[in-house]
C-alpha cells in the first residue's frame, strides 16, 4: 500500500508571489509548463515544484495532451483563504468607521 499524497495547506500555497502570479497566469487559461516558465526568470524545474505545491493544495490540476502537460486553475479551495478573511471583515469595518468618527470630530475650540 503506498503512502496518501501529502496535501498542501492553501494558504501555504498562497504565501509564494511565484505561486500567486502563477495562479493568475492560469486563470486567464490553461497552460503548459513550458509557457508558464516563460513568465518567469525561474527554471522549468523550480516552476514545476511550484506546480505541484498548489497542486497539492487543490488550486490547480493538470492533464496530458500529447506530450506535455497543461495547467488549469481550479479556485474552489480558495473558499477556505476568503471564508478566513471574512471573518476578520467586521474587524477591519469596526476599526475604519471609529477611524472615520476620529477624523470628522471637530477639535473643541478652547
Given at each position: 500500500?503506498?503512502?496518501?499524497?501529502?496535501?498542501?495547506?492553501?494558504?501555504?500555497?498562497?504565501?509564494?508571489?511565484?505561486?500567486?502570479?502563477l495562479?493568475?497566469?492560469?486563470a486567464?487559461?490553461?497552460?503548459?509548463?513550458?509557457?508558464?516558465?516563460?513568465?518567469?526568470?525561474?527554471?522549468?524545474?523550480?516552476?514545476?515544484?511550484?506546480?505541484?505545491?498548489?497542486?497539492?493544495?487543490?488550486?490547480?490540476s493538470?492533464?496530458?495532451?500529447?506530450?506535455?502537460?497543461?495547467y488549469?486553475?481550479?479556485p474552489?479551495?480558495?473558499?477556505?483563504?476568503?471564508?478566513?478573511?471574512?471573518?476578520?471583515?467586521?474587524?477591519?469595518?469596526?476599526?475604519?468607521?471609529?477611524l472615520?468618527?476620529?477624523?470628522?470630530?471637530?477639535?473643541?475650540?478652547?
Amino acid at each position: 500500500m503506498s503512502a496518501p499524497a501529502l496535501k498542501h495547506d492553501v494558504f501555504q500555497a498562497v504565501a509564494d508571489p511565484t505561486r500567486r502570479s502563477l495562479l493568475k497566469l492560469l486563470a486567464h487559461q490553461e497552460m503548459p509548463i513550458v509557457a508558464l516558465s516563460e513568465n518567469f526568470p525561474l527554471s522549468r524545474t523550480a516552476i514545476n515544484k511550484h506546480l505541484h505545491i498548489l497542486s497539492g493544495a487543490g488550486l490547480v490540476s493538470s492533464r496530458r495532451v500529447g506530450r506535455e502537460t497543461r495547467y488549469r486553475f481550479q479556485p474552489e479551495p480558495l473558499t477556505e483563504l476568503r471564508d478566513w478573511l471574512d471573518f476578520f471583515e467586521t474587524y477591519w469595518d469596526d476599526r475604519l468607521s471609529l477611524l472615520k468618527e476620529f477624523v470628522e470630530v471637530k477639535p473643541d475650540p478652547q
